[in-house]
């Protein structure tokens, strides 16, 4: 055989192995909390918050209608990594704990084969709450919540900077890479965006008060002249025009930021683009003065339930792709599975799943997604309206979102309709998650219950 020809070779199996869809593919999920979509750039937000996340969308789809299942934090992820509803789940909020009863996407992979590492940046996901199940490497912040906001001593406890997850999450790619060709799934979780919002100074760029590094709030709750609570209660009246304004501008400066170190980690990540799927997602929004609660996000507008969600996967999925149809985090799992070529009936806890795989053909978008706030609400969302029902099915409020898409209180003359199909979709929703409920018991750990506290979470705003 002549060197040209063995080159030939070479280069034919090279190709075999690697585009044939005989390696497992890798999988990535980076979760970004508290992000809403219409303030990314690749969103059509007016200012560049998010360029690196920007460039890396347009390699794959990106899906302007996707829902979170709850605007709170441990039960919106643990929807995303078992595929059910927070309801099935009994979780509501984030003084509880996964049962391991249920199978998660990490055991369901772990069980493939794959190497299981999870990086996460706050203690609400500490891997206490059981959604370190499957995870191998669990690397989370320990620490309480003592003081919310220090910005004398530039530490904020229970919570880590996206830059510093990504270092962790780099180093332990490059060892894994070194020593393994083992596949691997990837969970990055960033919490920049969360309130109070703390940019470091470069990345608070936007505003007249743009690295002036005054916020009369954040002095407010230093001195706690003001509590986290006062803060998130539309009663209060302690959050002015002005201070909505400037949380705003440090809103976009974290998401900014933390977009700098979601550069790093897919820099990172470049030399596995081919064999890898990529998959971002939000686990809720935020309230920033709208709808009157502003900086936390416990409502079921869309401020607070509408997700980015941008699955990349080169060679497999269409590039630069915007699709419309409605979905909810729900779909993750199943969508995972289905491009790892991974049947469902691999789950072991055997419950019927009701999320679709975004990527099937036909594409066939369901009805309505559904969303509860883990306390006595329901949202069945369309395209085209919300409507807020009680669990027996009361209709609380219903927005026309063809004629007040931002969800300004509109009379429509058709309500009584839209409110029975309302009904009628809860009611098979609630049919279908009670079918089968697990238990979830409180954590209990005081010290979790006294940082929950002061980051707001308990009492009138439980997010
Ligand atoms: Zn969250």
Known sequence: MTEFRKVLLVFILFLFTTCGGKEPLNVVLITLDTLRADH?????YQRQTSPNLDRFAAKGVRFKNAFCTIPCTLPSHASIMTG??????????NNTHLTTEV?????VLKAQGYTTAAFVSSFVLAPETNISQGFGVYDATNDFVVEVLDRSSNVYPGRRHALQTTRRAVEWLRNHT?????????WVHYYDPHFPYVPPP?????????????????????????????????????????????GIDLYDGAILSMDYSLGILLDALHGSLSNTIFLIVGDHGESLGEHGPVFCHFLLDDPCVR???IVVSEGRLPQGQERDDLCST????????????????????????????????????PRA???????????????????????????????????????????????????????????????????????????????????????????????
């Open 178 to 186: 070194t020593a393994t060709q083992q596949p691997f799934f990837l």
């Open 307 to 309: 997700v980015p969600l």
């Open 84 to 93: 059910l509803h927070p309801y099935s789940l009994s979780l509501g909020n």
């Open 369 to 463: 997604v559904f969303a509860d706030d883990g306390v006595k609400l329901f949202m069945v969302r369309t395209l085209f309206s919300k409507t807020l029902l009680t669990e027996d099915g009361n209709v609380m409020t219903f927005f026309d979102l063809v004629a007040s898409p931002d969800e300004g209180r509109f009379s429509d003359p058709m309500q009584s309709s839209h409110d029975e199909e309302a009904q009628t979709l809860l009611s098979e929703f609630l049919v279908q998650v009670q079918s089968k409920k697990f238990t979830s018991l409180p954590m209990g750990s005081k010290e979790r219950l006294e940082s929950l506290e002061a980051l707001g979470y308990l009492g009138n705003s439980r997010r």
């Open 202 to 246: 470069e990345f608070d760029r936007f505003g007249t008060f743009a690295q002036s590094g005054t916020c009369d709030l954040y002095r407010r709750l230093e001195s706690k002249e003001i509590s986290m609570s006062d803060v998130f209660s539309i009663e209060s009246g302690v959050v002015s025009d002005k201070d909505i304004e400037r």
């Open 103 to 107: 199978s998660t996407l990490a055991e």
């Open 330 to 365: 729900l779909d993750i799992l199943p969508t995972l599975l289905s491009l790892l070529r991974v049947g469902q009936s691999s789950l072991p806890d055997s419950v019927e799943r009701s999320g679709r795989d975004l990527f099937a053909e036909p594409i066939i978008p």
């Open 40 to 44: 990314l750039s690749c969103y059509g």
